[in-house]
């Protein structure tokens, strides 16, 4: 079994089985693409991919349990590589973090600008996705870190830290008459239309789980990933926004009026993860502190408490 299989079967995987995709992934002709996996289950002894005729269209049984233990095989050879790179040089290489928008907007530019400063030569990636998705670049080694709230927590092949607790804010425009409340709760949340985030981002399963036990239902209006979509909505009139407390900059959204909700819904954490048997450099250890060190100033930010 040669390392370049696995990297055509990983290959054909992420590109949604489309040999002439992952052939050009791979800068091969199709037929190299092919004669791998034709190579790697006549090994095997079994095939790895389900056919329509010719035409792959997804893994067999055999196959996904298969192509698991490919992406841990190249995490491992991607762990040799690193130890030789970190004795060869400490200040080449990259970091490449897996964020929700949240976090690349909000928390990250500080602790990037700060990091810079100490590795001016590290090439940063920042790969923006789902919390699910996230995941799963953690687990396959394609971002060194993943930072969120939703779903690392779960994740038995990722060692987790937790960085940070946040709570929620309602933004309105200042003559909105929700801001006349003495005390604002769920009811008179759920009176009004809100602006909000989507489904598995930034604590939204806690947000809805919170309505329905208190016996109402919120009156959803509009849902996105991006908190400066929801503020954008806000701005236009189509209702009452709840977002990160964090996400709300003071210097920047003086239009929009902010009230605490932190009485009224669970705190989230934050957490950064990553493989649990991954080589990690001296670069990406400096990043993992600097991000803990500057989360424990919490006056910078609105709701946030640094994690014990």
Known sequence: MELRQLRALITLVEHDY?????????NLVQSAVSQQISKLEAELGTPL???????????????????????????????????????ISTGEGML?????????????PSVIKQFRVQYPT?????HQGTPVQ??????????????????????????????????????ALVDNPILSLAKINLKALSEVPLVTYVQGFTGCTAFTDTFERAGVRPKIVLSASDTDVIKTYVREGLGVGIIASPAYVDDQDQDLIRRDLSELFPWGTTRIAYQKDKFIRRHQRYFIDLLLKTVRQPDRWHGLIPSE
């Not at 490449?96 to 909000?106: D, E, P």
């Open 18 to 26: 489309n040999v002439s995709k992952a052939a050009a992934r791979l």
């Open 134 to 171: 996230l995941v799963e670049k953690a687990i396959h080694d394609e971002v060194d870190f993943s930072v969120c709230t939703e779903a690392l927590a779960v994740s038995q092949d990722l060692l987790t830290i937790p960085c940070y607790r946040w709570n929620r804010s309602l933004i």
């Open 122 to 126: 590290i090439e940063l990636q920042v």
């Open 49 to 87: 991919f389900l056919r329509h005729g010719k035409r792959l269209i997804g893994l067999t049984d055999t196959g996904q349990k298969i192509i698991e233990y490919a992406y841990r095989s190249l995490a491992t050879i991607e762990n040799i590589y690193e130890i030789g790179r970190e004795q």
């Open 96 to 108: 490449r973090i897996g964020v929700t928008h949240m976090q690349a907007r909000y928390i990250l």
